[in-house]
T-cell receptor, first 112, second 113 residues
């Protein structure tokens, strides 16, 4: 256990559904991240939050909408996704944005 | 942008042998490097890190070597065990931007019993 939990672990959704991914960290960290991991590709950074403020958004389509209500929780809201969005979505946290990141187990998302 | 690459996408070793996983990085300003291990169905797990003022760091059964001259990083695993089978990622901290950690594609290590 790394102290970072993610729910659900698996999600299957249609292209017209709305769903949310949840991440929670119990490490007292101030920075949280969303990554997308597809087969045979490097980890793709999606969003970075520091002290609940978004500090980086790497040209992610608007059908992905992050939310960070406090430094321990991070959400990724999903709306009208495409089949190519199927991937493992990983959440991570670090003490600050320059420190070692600790990852959750990920949510395996399948878009039909 | 910066790139972090791995020389080999797959590596198979016999149980009990030593494993060496290599990583090349391109940003000479990077000053911090991390190795992660990702087992099937799990998120990446921190293994060991090294700062650029060092060229070697040892952990439990693992050693990381840093050669700044050729911008090369390696992870050595001693007496490889079946539980070491996983994908290994290197990451470099380029000290640029809000998130300055860049990951390579990973090397899949398979341990043959």
């Amino acid at each position: 256990e790394t102290g970072v939990t993610q729910t659900p672990r698996h999600l299957v959704m249609g292209m017209t559904n709305k769903k949310s991914l949840k991440c929670e960290q119990h490490l007292g960290h101030n920075a949280m991240y969303w990554y997308k991991q597809s087969a045979k590709k490097p980890l793709e950074l999606m969003f970075v939050y520091s002290l609940e403020e978004r500090v980086e958004n790497n040209s992610v389509p608007s059908r992905f909408s992050p939310e960070c209500p406090n430094s321990s929780h991070l959400f990724l809201h999903l709306h009208t996704l495409q089949p190519e969005d199927s991937a493992l979505y990983l959440c991570a946290s670090s003490l600050t944005t320059g420190d070692t990141q600790y990852f959750g187990p990920g949510t395996r998302l399948t878009v039909l | 942008g910066e790139s972090v690459g791995l020389h080999l996408p797959t590596l198979s070793v016999q149980e009990g042998d030593n494993s060496i996983i290599n990583c090349a990085y391109s940003n000479s300003a990077s000053d911090y490097f991390i190795w992660y291990k990702q087992e099937s169905g799990k998120g990446p797990q921190f293994i060991i890190d090294i700062r650029s003022n060092m060229d070697k760091r040892q952990g439990q059964r693992v050693t990381v070597l840093l050669n700044k001259t050729v911008k090369h990083l390696s992870l050595q695993i001693a007496a490889t065990q079946p539980g070491d089978s996983a994908v290994y990622f290197c990451a470099e901290n380029t000290q640029t931007g809000a998130n300055n950690l860049f990951f390579g594609t990973g090397t899949r290590l398979t341990v043959i019993p």
